[in-house]
C-alpha cells in the first residue's frame, strides 16, 4: 500500500461547478497535510496547507482532513479553465525538522468550457 | 527575488556519464531536496538536508550522492548514469521546522534529464 494515495483521473468538470479531489494516507501519526498544484511542465506550487480536523477555507479552495479515517480532499469552486493542472497531495510523514514531505501521484483535473 | 534556482533546465547523458545538479536558494532557508519526478510515480525524495552539515538518504537514494556546500548551495551527482535515472529533477528548499510549522517547499524550476 502506497503512504499517500490518489487517483490519477482525469477529473473533468465543467466550468462552474464544484471539482472535488481526494487523498487517503496511511500513517496515523502525520500531522500536517498539503495541496500542490503542479501545470503541466511547471514545478509544484503549495495551494493549501491543513493540520486540523474539519475544514479550513481560503477563496475558492477548501481543503477537509478527517484523521479518524486518514483522509483529506480539497474542494474547488466555480472551477475555472485556468485550474486545469495536476493537484498533488502531500504528508509530512514522520515528523523531524525538516519538512519530509511524502507526495501522492496526483490527480489530473481538466475543466472544460 | 530569484528563490531556488536550478541548473541545468536540460541534460542529455550517455550511460556511465557522470554531472552534478547544482541547485541554490536565496531565500536564507536551512533545509534543502532533491526529488525526482517519473510520470505515475509522483515526486520521490531522493536526499535531503535539514541543516546545513547534514544530508540524509530519501526514498530513492541509489545511484546519487549529495553535497550541501553551504546554506545556500545543495548539489546531486550521479556518479555513472543509468537509463532509470532519466526523469525530471526537482530541488526545493524550506525553512526549518518541527511538526506542523514552516514547512512549505519552494521549488526550483527543474531540470530535464535523459540518460540513453
Known amino acids: 500500500q502506497k503512504e499517500v494515495e490518489q487517483n490519477s483521473g482525469p477529473l473533468s468538470v465543467p466550468e462552474g461547478a464544484i471539482a472535488s479531489l481526494n487523498c487517503t494516507y496511511s500513517d496515523r501519526v502525520s500531522q500536517s497535510f498539503f495541496w500542490y498544484r503542479q501545470y503541466s511542465g511547471k514545478s509544484p506550487e503549495l495551494i493549501m496547507s491543513?493540520?486540523?480536523?474539519g475544514d479550513k477555507e481560503d477563496g475558492r479552495f477548501t481543503a477537509q482532513l478527517n484523521k479518524a479515517s486518514q483522509y483529506v480532499s480539497l474542494l474547488i469552486r466555480d472551477s475555472q479553465p485556468s485550474d486545469s493542472a495536476t493537484y498533488l497531495c502531500?504528508?509530512?510523514?514522520?515528523?523531524?525538522?525538516?519538512?519530509?514531505?511524502?507526495f501522492g501521484t496526483g490527480t489530473r483535473l481538466q475543466v472544460t468550457l | 527575488n530569484a528563490g531556488v534556482t536550478q541548473t541545468p533546465k536540460f541534460q542529455v547523458l550517455k550511460t556511465g556519464q557522470s554531472m552534478t545538479l547544482q541547485c541554490a536558494q536565496d531565500?536564507?532557508?536551512?533545509?534543502m531536496y532533491w526529488y525526482r519526478q517519473d510520470p505515475g510515480m509522483g515526486l520521490r525524495l531522493i536526499y535531503y538536508s535539514a541543516s546545513e552539515g547534514t544530508t540524509d538518504k530519501g526514498e530513492v537514494p541509489n545511484g546519487y550522492n549529495v553535497s550541501r556546500l553551504n546554506k545556500r548551495e545543495f548539489s546531486l551527482r550521479l556518479e555513472s548514469a543509468a537509463p532509470s535515472q532519466t526523469s525530471v529533477y526537482f530541488c526545493?528548499?524550506?525553512?526549518?521546522?518541527?511538526?506542523?510549522?514552516?514547512?512549505?517547499?519552494?521549488f526550483g524550476s527543474g531540470t530535464q534529464l535523459s540518460v540513453l
Open positions: 526545493a528548499s524550506s525553512r526549518i521546522g518541527t511538526g506542523r510549522y514552516n514547512e512549505k517547499l519552494f
Open positions: 491543513i493540520y486540523s480536523n
Open positions: 531565500m536564507n532557508h536551512n533545509s
Open positions: 502531500a504528508v509530512n510523514i514522520g515528523g523531524g525538522t525538516a519538512s519530509k514531505l511524502t
